[in-house]
């Protein structure tokens, strides 16, 4: 079946840096996307990739954050830097198949495939 497993996820001050994969399996070719959840609010779409590597951020990561994927190992990163407190929250990454280009962020009800999530606190 198909998997999904985040890690990475930690507490760092503000400014700092964090780095978070999502292991991929038996999925092929999937869109995927970071999906950010405070622990009270909604979970938004921070970052996605879709075919031809294109990506997209949301503006509130814009500059800050990297999403990329290493397509031989099936794993997707999110590099996140110069962090801020509101970044605060539960990361998930997310497949959907079969993948089209968009170009835009899509809902989480757009994803079919989650993993488990991973906390990334950033404190001042």
């Known amino acids: 079946q198909v998997r999904l497993v985040e890690s990475g996820g930690g507490s760092v001050h503000v400014g700092g840096s964090l780095r978070l994969s999502c292991a991929v399996s038996?999925?092929?070719?999937?869109?995927m996307g970071w999906f950010r959840q405070p622990s009270d609010g909604d979970r938004e779409g921070i970052a996605s990739?879709?075919?031809?590597?294109?990506?997209t951020y949301a503006n509130s990561v814009q500059g800050r954050f990297t999403v990329s994927k290493d397509t031989e190992k099936n794993i997707l990163f999110l590099d996140m830097k110069n962090l801020k407190p509101e970044d605060t929250g539960m990361y998930f990454c997310a497949a959907r198949s079969p993948c089209s280009y968009t170009g835009r962020l899509l809902p989480p009800t757009e994803y079919k495939y989650w993993g488990q999530g991973t906390q990334v606190t950033v404190s001042s």
């Open positions: 038996k999925i092929r070719s999937p869109c």
């Open positions: 990739i879709e075919p031809r590597y294109s990506s």
